[in-house]
């Protein structure tokens, strides 16, 4: 079965400053992969999703992701981060399956920004 | 953007009691709905999944007699959580998938801003 790791629970950036979040996954082949974010109290909101072609990724509020096979990555970036910004990132694998894919999302990446 | 609503936003009730959760994709049909429960500070587990329909399927360790779907039709499902007891508080999150017309093996998930259910 397929798994997703965010290896960093934490991170504390301070605001202006580039910011990469980690997201490694274990699957034989290419699946498909998402990244969501999640305000204190909210539901999940779509930043970014890769199912083929280019590997990087372009999404909303300046998020970009990209792909990297060689490494089973799919790590989120933005270059210039903003005190809204804060809140928890889930990054998300489906295997494909004929549109029955379900995700698997990792456990989280709570970002806080610092002025 | 597609929108997902949830009703209630959050619950309290007493234990032994039945709480019925709505969730309604606002301006798009959604081909699967997908039920979540989050505990604090930790990941977004799924409970089951359902289609118009059909019966709905559960993952494993989820009691379908305990936590009953109906999925009435493509824009509404509701999650109803039956004898509900502490242990059933959580944080519920449905989502509602939509596939792309011209290439239905791609689809995007959206996620409901979730019911917070605290049974006393």
């Known amino acids: 079965a397929q798994s997703v790791t965010q290896p960093d629970i934490h991170i504390t950036v301070s605001e202006g400053a580039s910011l990469e979040l980690r997201c490694n996954y274990s699957?034989?082949?290419?699946?498909?992969l998402f990244w969501y974010v999640q305000s204190p109290g909210q539901g999940l909101q779509l930043l970014l999703k890769?199912?083929?072609?280019?590997?990087l990724v372009q999404g909303i509020k300046g998020f970009e992701a990209e792909f990297k096979r060689s490494q089973s990555s799919f790590n989120l970036r933005k270059p210039s981060v903003h005190w809204s910004d804060a809140a928890e990132y889930f990054c998300?694998?489906?295997?494909?399956?004929?549109?029955?894919?379900?995700?698997?999302f990792g456990t989280g990446t709570r970002l806080t920004i610092i002025p | 953007g597609a929108v997902v609503s949830q009703h209630p936003s959050w619950v309290i009730c007493k234990s032994g009691t039945s709480v019925k959760i709505e969730c309604r994709s606002l301006?798009?049909?959604?081909?699967?709905m997908f039920w979540y429960r989050q505990f604090p500070k930790q990941s977004l587990m799924l409970m089951a999944t359902?289609?118009?329909?059909?019966?709905?399927?559960?993952e494993q360790g989820v009691e379908k007699d305990k936590f009953l779907i109906n999925h009435a039709s493509l824009t509404l499902s509701t999650l109803t959580v039956t004898s509900a007891h502490p242990e059933d508080s959580s944080f519920y999150i449905c989502s509602a998938r939509v596939v792309q017309r011209l290439a239905r093996s791609k689809w995007t998930q959206y996620f409901g801003p979730g019911t917070r259910l605290l049974v006393l």
């Open positions: 998300a694998v489906g295997v494909p399956n004929f549109g029955n894919e379900k995700l698997t």
């Open positions: 359902s289609n118009e329909g059909s019966k709905a399927t559960y």
């Open positions: 699957y034989g082949a290419t699946p498909y």
């Open positions: 890769y199912f083929s072609g280019d590997t």
């Open positions: 301006d798009f049909q959604a081909t699967t």
